[in-house]
């Protein structure tokens, strides 16, 4: 026969080891739903979804999307435009380029 000392130790073990199992399942859940999402929206407009194209001016490197005219900074990108005074205006008018191919038809 048991002591409840041992039913108490046990039980708590057997707890550890449920616990234990349910983060493993929840990270598991995450990581694929992480993999399944980066799939998905890779290299996609994050505000309508279509194809994102790479532009580079000088050491700036952004993704654009012809489609909204939305323009994805990367934060390393954001970084080093720190201390370049008058950059981010070049780069702005560099970038803010548009499509206007639709108006001109
Ligand atoms: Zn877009």
């Known amino acids: ?17 449920k616990r234990q199992l349910a983060i493993a399942h929840a990270k598991e859940i995450a990581s694929a739903e992480k993999d399944r999402l980066k799939a998905l929206h890779h290299m996609r407009c994050p505000k309508c979804g279509m194809p994102l194209h790479h532009l580079s001016y000088h050491s ?23 201390g370049h005074e008058g950059y981010w ?17």
């Open 60 to 82: 700036i490197e952004v993704e654009r999307c012809f489609a909204c005219h939305c323009v994805v900074l990367d934060d390393h990108d954001l970084d080093d435009l720190v």
């Open 1 to 17: 026969m048991t002591s409840h000392a041992e039913d108490e130790y046990f039980a708590r073990e057997d707890a550890e080891k």
């Open 89 to 105: 205006d070049n780069i702005l008018r560099f970038f803010a380029l548009k499509d206007y191919s639709e108006k001109n038809e």
